[in-house]
C-alpha cells in the first residue's frame, strides 16, 4: 500500500493549451493518505476519469508529478505501480473460466497455487459468483462479467492502491448496494488506499470516509460526508449533495446581516462582501414561520416523500425548498422563512468565506 501525492498536476488534451479552460483538470496538489478509502465525485465530464488515469499511469499529466510512496512514477507504465483498476464496463478473457479469470492476477505474480485457490474461493464468494466458477465467461451477462472484473480487481492482497471508475454502472440496483458492501469491507480488512470515482452521491457518501468533489475539472472541496453537508466550500457542493440540495439567496452582505428579498437575515459572524454575495441554507434548516420576520415566501407545493416532506416554496419568483418532519403541521398561514441559527454559509464568487477572526 502507498500514500499517493499529486504535486502542481494539470492534464490538457490539447497538444498547446493556452488558457485554463483548455485544461481537462485544472491544477491540483494533492495527498491521498496510506489506506484511506476515498470517492471522486462529481458530474460526467468533470475529469474523474482523467484523474484516476493518471494516477494509475494510463496517461500521462501534461503537467505535474505522481508520487507513490514519495517516489516520482509520472511516467512510470502500469504494471510497474502495482495498483489494481476496474473500469465502468466489463473486462474479461472470453475464453477462461471464472475462476481462471479471478485467479489471473495471482498467476501472473507466481502465486502458490493453494494460496491462489484459497483467494479465488474468498473473492468468488464476496462478488456471489461461486457457483459459476467452472463456466467459461462467454455467455455470462453483462452484469455478472462486471463482478468478474471487480473481483479481480479486488483478488490481489499485495496492491498499492485500489482505483474504481463507476464501477457498479452496469450491475442491477440491488446488487449494488450489496458489492458495495463488499468494497468497504474489504477495505476495513485489508486497509489498502482505496479511490472509487462516481457521480452519485449516495454511493460516495456511504462508501468513502473522505470524498473528494470535483466540478468542471477542479476539485472544490475533500471532506468527510459531514463536514460537505454542514460547510459546502463552494456553491456546487451545497447543490449537488443533499436532496434536495442547498438553497442559494442573492444577498447584500453588510456586517453581521444580510439582506434578502427586503429581509434582513442576522449572521453568526462579520463577513466582508467581495464579488457576487450569496448565502445558502440547506432545506433541512428552512423554517416556515406566520410572524413578520424573515423572507416573503409562499408555498407551492408539498410532496410526501416518506420520512419527511419536502415543501416546495416560491420566493421572489424562484423555487426555494423546506423540509418538514412526516407529522409536522403546516399551517396555511405560512408566509415567511426563517433559518436555524448557525447554519447559515456565506459565499463570495461561489467559494464559501469565513467571518471575520474572532467575531463568529
Ligand atoms: P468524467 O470521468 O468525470 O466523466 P473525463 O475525465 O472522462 O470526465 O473527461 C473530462 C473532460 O475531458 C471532458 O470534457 C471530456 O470530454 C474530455 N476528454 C476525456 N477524454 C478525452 C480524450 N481522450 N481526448 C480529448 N478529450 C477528452
Ligand atoms: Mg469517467
Not at 482505483?163 to 440496483?173: A, S
Not at 458495495?180 to 486497509?191: A, E, P
Not at 470515482?197 to 468527510?224: C, N, S
Not at 467571518?355 to 463568529?360: D, K, L, R, S, V
Amino acid at each position: 500500500m502507498a500514500s499517493i501525492t499529486l504535486d502542481n498536476l494539470a492534464h490538457s488534451y490539447l497538444p498547446d493549451p493556452r488558457s485554463e479552460s483548455d485544461f481537462a483538470l485544472k491544477e491540483l496538489n494533492h495527498e491521498w493518505v496510506d489506506g484511506e478509502a476515498y470517492a471522486l465525485l462529481g458530474a460526467s465530464g468533470c475529469g474523474k476519469s482523467t484523474l484516476l488515469n493518471i494516477i494509475s499511469g494510463l496517461l500521462i499529466p501534461s503537467q505535474g508529478r505522481v508520487l507513490f510512496d514519495g517516489k516520482d512514477v509520472t511516467t512510470a507504465p502500469t504494471a510497474d505501480r502495482n495498483i489494481a483498476q476496474v473500469f465502468q464496463f466489463p473486462v474479461v478473457y472470453d475464453t477462461m473460466t471464472v475462476y481462471e479469470n479471478l485467479a489471473f492476477p495471482l498467476k501472473n505474480r507466481r502465486m502458490e497455487p493453494a494460496e491462489i485457490q484459497r483467494r479465488v474461493q474468498k473473492i468468488a464468494a464476496m462478488i456471489g459468483m461461486e457457483a459459476q466458477l467452472s463456466h467459461k465467461a462467454r455467455g455470462l451477462t453483462a452484469d455478472a462479467k462486471q463482478k468478474i472484473s471487480l473481483g479481480r480487481g479486488m483478488v490481489r492482497e499485495d496492491v498499492n492502491a485500489l482505483l474504481f471508475d463507476e464501477p457498479l454502472t452496469v450491475i442491477d440496483p440491488h446488487m449494488k448496494w450489496e458489492l458495495r458492501t463488499q468494497l468497504k469491507k474489504l477495505h476495513q480488512d485489508f486497509g489498502h488506499t482505496m479511490i472509487y470515482v462516481t457521480h452519485d452521491q449516495t454511493e460516495a457518501l456511504t462508501f468513502a470516509d473522505k470524498v473528494v468533489v470535483m466540478h468542471d475539472g477542479r476539485v472544490v472541496q475533500i471532506g468527510t460526508p459531514q463536514e460537505l453537508f454542514e460547510r459546502p466550500a463552494h456553491t456546487f457542493v451545497g447543490y449537488f449533495i443533499g436532496s434536495p440540495g442547498m438553497n442559494l439567496f442573492d444577498a447584500e452582505i453588510e456586517g453581521n446581516t444580510a439582506r434578502v428579498c427586503d429581509a434582513i437575515v442576522p449572521l453568526d459572524g462579520f463577513y466582508t462582501a467581495a464579488g457576487k454575495m450569496q448565502i445558502g441554507v440547506r432545506p433541512e434548516f428552512v423554517r416556515l414561520s406566520t410572524g413578520d420576520e424573515g423572507i416573503p415566501a409562499r408555498i407551492r407545493r408539498i410532496e410526501d416523500v416518506g420520512r419527511h416532506k419536502i415543501l416546495r416554496l416560491d420566493v421572489a419568483g424562484r423555487e426555494i425548498n423546506a423540509l418538514a418532519a412526516e407529522g409536522e403541521n403546516i399551517s396555511a398561514d405560512s408566509n415567511r422563512i426563517t433559518f436555524a441559527p448557525g447554519r447559515i454559509n456565506v459565499y463570495a464568487d461561489d467559494w464559501r468565506i469565513s467571518p471575520q477572526e474572532g467575531t463568529a
